[in-house]
């Protein structure tokens, strides 16, 4: 499997490998205001789908954060390298024509033979994925229906789908709103969820793809304090709780037993979250993933219905 030797830097064996900056597909999946998901670089992966954008992502870490991808064949490599010749003596350090020469020579060596080069890819919103990136060779030639050493899986495809997997974050809906009281049953739901299935799709395009899905199933409900101060209902739930029916049977929500009056700015804060197990599409691998689960809170306060008794 021969690899490329080093006489050009590595910024440009990069580039001369997968095109210029500004040419490379969308590579990037992530929430505003959240841990970037994924952030490709030097790649040629595209992600795609409607959870790859305007959610709330969980912070899913790739197992490896640097890999190599199919490139071009070995007559569309030599070429690209041939048509990048001024940019090469820029970039190069002392150039000479015989340099150049050598250096195309490693590409015009596999001319005729079957295979295609590889070059390295990782993940920019990892920490550790410059220094990863840094340790692989620049170009490796692999043979027809093999992948090189920490060449990329169809697996990882499918978990760097799921890194940049994102899930909406709902509005946590109470009845009654504003205050609830000691022993009124306060019901629970939550909105502004839209499509309840979110997926993504990473793809090299003619190579492969991998598609996960999470859809949600539920949402669960802490009160914010202890059982002895309130009473959680779920089991009426569903997939996003149970809005408010006058005369209707309580069964999404809480009922405080105790008074807020006692906790920090007299309020319980009240947590919702949505659970949603993540699936990939086709069972292209066999792997399971965590469910992304996405908490709201909302802050309730409770108070005491008085009541004066005369004789």
């Known amino acids: ?46 992600i795609s789908g409607n959870g ?23 007559s569309e490599m030599l070429k690209t390298q041939e048509g990048l010749r001024d940019y090469w003596f820029r970039f190069t350090k002392n150039p000479t024509e015989e340099k150049f020469q050598q250096f195309l020579k490693q590409f015009k060596d596999q001319v005729g033979k079957d295979g295609r080069w590889w070059g390295p890819a990782y993940n920019a919103a990892d920490p550790k994925g410059e220094a990863c990136f840094a340790g692989l060779d620049p170009f490796v030639f692999v043979p027809p229906g093999t992948t090189p050493p920490a060449g990329i899986t169809i697996q990882e495809l499918a978990e760097i789908a799921r890194a940049a997997l994102t899930v909406p974050e709902p509005t946590v809906k109470l009845n009654p709103d504003a205050k609830s009281y000691v022993n009124l049953p306060t019901w629970v739901w939550v909105e502004g969820i839209g499509e309840p299935r979110r997926s ?99 802050d309730v306060p409770v108070g005491e219905i008085q009541s004066n008794v005369k004789p």
Do not use: H
């Not at 790859?52 to 070995?74: I, M, Q, S, T």
């Not at 799709?201 to 859809?215: D, F, K, L, R």
């Open 52 to 74: 790859a954008k305007g959610g709330e992502a969980d912070g899913y870490v790739l197992k490896r954060p640097c890999w190599y991808e199919p490139g071009l064949d070995a």
């Open 200 to 298: 993504v799709t990473a793809t090299i395009p003619g190579v492969m793809s991998a598609t996960v899905v999470a859809t949600l199933q539920k949402i669960e409900i802490d009160p914010g304090t202890t059982a002895d101060r309130a009473e959680v209902r779920e089991d009426g739930c569903g997939t996003s709780g149970k809005p408010y029916v006058e005369g209707g049977e309580f069964t999404c929500g809480v009922r405080y037993l105790r008074s807020s009056i006692d906790q920090p700015s007299e309020k319980y804060i009240l947590t919702v979250t949505t659970v949603w197990p993540v699936e990939v599409a086709g069972d292209v691998v066999p792997v399971q993933f965590a469910p992304v689960q996405v908490d709201t809170t909302r």
């Open 1 to 46: 499997m021969p690899r490329m030797n080093r006489l050009i830097p590595m910024v440009v064996a990069t580039l001369t490998m997968f095109g210029f900056p500004g040419d490379q597909p969308n590579g990037r999946g992530f929430k505003d205001g959240n841990t970037v998901g994924v952030d490709l670089f030097n790649s040629k992966i595209i």
